[in-house]
């Protein structure tokens, strides 16, 4: 698909908005946006990972000054996904599987912005520790094998289970992916990392992006007409990734 730079560039801007918004870094959005502009595999991964560690972190500064970070709840999920990520990221899969297993994890962030659009947890459980810590190794391990963060997978999952609101989970996957991108991405320098030449372009728009949307986000916007519009980008990238050769 010969599509052009520009319009590239616009929905990165896009993506990072939107998944810094609720506390993303924006991998999954990004890795469906290069799948659809037929990037090579081995260069998605390390390229969303950095762009990750960016719009997360801006993300998560925005999040915390809004008092909506609990330590507590975050350290069982890094403590289990920060060593599993780093051994995802020394992982080598073949393009073809690869491809597969993105297409299938990229229906969590369409789940995201369409059923938990604006969704909130009144009653909020007590998290169990035991299943946090393998909630996240086995987020961890994806993480690094796939080139994602992971809390686009562990947000929903939070919210799931009603261990923390919309705002919390938010925060928590923010920092969440952080660690996680910065561990997968020493782990893939153990076996060589290749960048597009556009990376610095690439870091600019995203972090503009996520530092609008973090900003938006930690405070009352609605957002569903352009979580809508994302869906369906990310619904594109998983057609093409499981039902295309290219």
């Known amino acids: ?35 659809i502009f037929s990037v090579a595999p081995d260069v998605m991964k390390p390229t969303a990972l950095m762009l990750n560690l960016f719009v997360s972190m801006t993300a998560f500064i925005q999040f915390y000054r809004g008092g909506h970070f609990k330590w507590k709840m975050f350290l069982p999920f890094a403590i289990a996904s920060i060593p599993f990520a780093f051994l995802g990221g020394m992982i080598s899969i073949d393009a073809h599987i690869y491809k597969k297993i993105l297409g299938i994890l990229l229906l969590f962030p369409v789940v995201r912005f369409l059923i938990f659009p604006n969704a909130d947890v009144k009653d909020i459980k007590t998290a169990n520790i035991p299943l946090s810590l393998l909630i996240g190794a086995v987020i961890g391990l994806l993480s690094g094998l796939i080139g994602i963060g992971g809390g686009i997978i562990l947000s929903p999952v939070l919210l799931l289970l009603k261990w923390t609101n919309q705002k919390q989970a938010a925060a928590i996957s923010a920092l969440f992916i952080f660690v996680n991108s910065l561990s997968g991405l020493f782990g893939q ?46 619904m594109l990238a998983v057609y093409k990734l499981l039902f295309t050769a290219a």
Request: proline share 1%; charged share 5%.
């Open 189 to 234: 320098l153990q076996k060589g990392i290749q960048f597009n030449a556009d990376m610095y372009t690439y870091v600019a728009i995203a972090f503009t992006g996520g530092l609008f949307g973090a900003y938006f986000g930690s405070l009352k916007f609605n957002q569903t007409i352009l979580k809508n519009v994302l869906a369906c980008v990310l």
């Open 1 to 35: 698909m010969t599509l052009s730079p520009e319009l590239f560039y616009f929905l990165l801007f896009i993506v990072a908005f939107l998944y810094a918004s609720v506390g993303h870094g924006g991998a999954s959005g990004y890795l469906a946006l290069m799948a």
